[in-house]
T-cell receptor, first 114, second 114 residues
Framework: DSGVTQTPKHLITATGQRVTLRCSPR?????VYWYQQSLDQGLQFLIQ???????AKGNILERFSAQQFPDLHSELNLSSLELGDSALYFC?????????????FGPGTRLTVL | AQSVTQLGSHVSVSEGALVLLRCNYS??????LFWYVQYPNQGLQLLLK??????LVKGINGFEAEFKKSETSFHLTKPSAHMSDAAEYFC????????????FGTGTRLTIIP
């Protein structure tokens, strides 16, 4: 158990819908990262938040957005869903530091878009 | 920009045999290098990481990796494979300075033959 929790574990929805994925980082971790794992794209970095502020952006679609709340949990919002958005979405957290500390991954949310 | 290439999307070894999973990286800045393992239907777990210092890094479950700057490689090895090592393995790179995101390779699925 990494200490990072993600809910829900599975999500099945239809095209055009909007969903919210939730992540709670390890106690004390200020950074939260979101990654998408799909068969065709592999594991890709989406976005990073540090202590409530967006810190880095990767290959995140405009239909996707995220935020980190004062209690440090984070939510990833996916809207106007398409079949291609079906994937495993991971959240990771890390301790603050001067460089890229070890990222601890949650168990993921499996999103299926029908 | 950084990238990782994992040679061999599937590797099969006999139980008790040497495990060698190959990873080559490209980075314009000094890299941090990681190996993560993903068991079926689970999140990613850190096996080991190279930051600075000793180039031979020992990780969990008997795995180790050697950072070879001249060869831009960070291959993962284990002297004797065990059935429980069957999983998918990901090599990842991040920058020592700047963006802390992980850039992953495409993964290598390790199968252990009894």
């Amino acid at each position: 158990d990494s200490g990072v929790t993600q809910t829900p574990k599975h999500l099945i929805t239809a095209t055009g819908q909007r969903v919210t994925l939730r992540c709670s980082p390890r106690s004390g971790d200020l950074s939260v990262y979101w990654y998408q794992q799909s068969l065709d794209q592999g594991l890709q970095f989406l976005i990073q938040y540090y202590n409530g502020e967006e810190r880095a952006k990767g290959n995140i679609l405009e239909r996707f957005s995220a935020q980190q709340f004062p209690d440090l949990h984070s939510e990833l919002n996916l809207s106007s869903l398409e079949l291609g958005d079906s994937a495993l979405y991971f959240c990771a957290s890390s301790t603050p530091g001067g460089g890229p500390d070890t990222q601890y991954f949650g168990p993921g949310t499996r999103l299926t878009v029908l | 920009a950084q990238s990782v290439t994992q040679l061999g999307s599937h590797v099969s070894v006999s139980e008790g045999a040497l495990v060698l999973l190959r990873c080559n990286y490209s980075s314009s800045v000094p890299p941090y290098l990681f190996w993560y393992v993903q068991y079926p239907n689970q999140g990613l777990q850190l096996l080991l990481k190279y930051t600075t210092g000793a180039t031979l890094v020992k990780g969990i479950n008997g795995f180790e990796a050697e950072f070879k700057k001249s060869e831009t490689s960070f291959h993962l090895t284990k002297p004797s494979a065990h059935m429980s090592d069957a999983a998918e393995y990901f090599c990842a790179v991040s920058a020592v300075f700047g963006n802390e995101k992980l850039t992953f390779g495409t993964g290598t699925r390790l199968t252990i033959i009894p």
